[in-house]
């Protein structure tokens, strides 16, 4: 039997590489965002299916994973990004609920309507892309480190609570990977989300995919909790070597 992935945001960057890498080694994969235009060529491409999902909105939610099958071995839970880099003193309250929303509610409201599809599957598999903004913090970063630790915090947890369940749980922290992250950070300004990326080689969209992909085909028993990925130009999330 085929077996079955979720990927939410899979419209374009991390998500659109890993559905594509699952694609490649057998899945079936259902993809999900908000522009299904791009979503239905990704989807033509790789034999998918694409559905609309605004990981926002419990009902786009419920109607998403109605639209799946009953079993359901990988969820990737993808679908976010940061809005803005205010200081403290300057916070956007529609920005800092709009990560929340995003980064944290969005993948636990998924997760949560998509678990007796996982529990069916007698081999469920949960994939949380976290950040390494859940592992540091950085001036004007406050809205998404603070929403990355939290989504660390609801990652471990499902661990916890799936404990004794054939359900694994794996978080994987990128630092940077070059996408369309900074260009929705910025507010689509592409000078400034350019210079993120400048005199450096930051990782790509396949690079993270093909951990995702790495750690969904370790046999049923082995549990990758948690990796942290960066540039080799990276070693921490403001300390960046530039040519
Ligand atoms: P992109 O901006 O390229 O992709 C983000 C994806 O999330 C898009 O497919 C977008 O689809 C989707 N998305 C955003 N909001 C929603 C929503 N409300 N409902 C459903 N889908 C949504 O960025 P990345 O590929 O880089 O980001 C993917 C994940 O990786 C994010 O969680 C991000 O925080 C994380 N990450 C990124 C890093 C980086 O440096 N790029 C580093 C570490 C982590 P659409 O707009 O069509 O809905
Ligand atoms: C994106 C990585 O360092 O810009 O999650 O926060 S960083």
New binding site residues.
């Given amino acids: 039997m085929q077996k079955i992935a979720v990927v ?10 890993t559905a594509r890498q699952l694609a490649t080694v057998g899945f079936k994969v259902f993809l ?4 299904l235009d ?2 239905e060529s990704l989807a033509a491409e790789i034999s998918g299916t694409a559905h609309p ?5 419990p009902i ?1 939610v419920t109607t998403f994973v109605a639209q799946l099958p009953e079993q359901v071995h990988v969820l990737v839970n ?5 809005f803005g880099l205010e200081p403290i003193t300057e916070l956007d309250e529609d920005h800092w609920l709009s990560m929340y ?3 944290v509610l ?1 993948l636990a409201r998924v997760t949560k309507y998509l678990f007796p599809r996982l529990e069916a599957s007698g081999n469920g598999h949960v994939v949380n ?5 859940g592992l540091e913090t950085y001036p004007g970063g406050a809205g ?1 480190t603070a929403a ?1 630790h939290a989504v660390r915090a609801v990652n471990d947890t499902m661990r916890l609570e799936w404990f004794g369940k054939p359900i694994r749980v794996t978080e994987i ?12 950070r910025f507010d689509g300004d592409t000078e400034k989300a350019k210079k993120v990326y400048a005199g450096m080689q ?2 790509s ?1 396949e690079d ?1 995919a093909d951990t995702v992909v790495w750690a969904v085909t370790r046999p049923a028993h082995v549990n990758i909790d948690q990796i942290v990925i960066k540039p080799l130009a990276q070693a921490r999330a403001t300390m960046v070597h530039r040519t």
């Fill in positions: 939410t945001g899979a419209s374009s960057g991390i998500g659109a590489a999900g965002a908000r522009r791009r979503l999902l605004d990981v926002t909105d786009s993808n679908a976010g990004g940061a929303q995003t980064n969005g892309i976290g950040s390494i903004a998404y990355k922290d990128p630092g940077l990977v070059e996408t369309e992250f900074s260009l929705v930051p990782l969209a993270i």
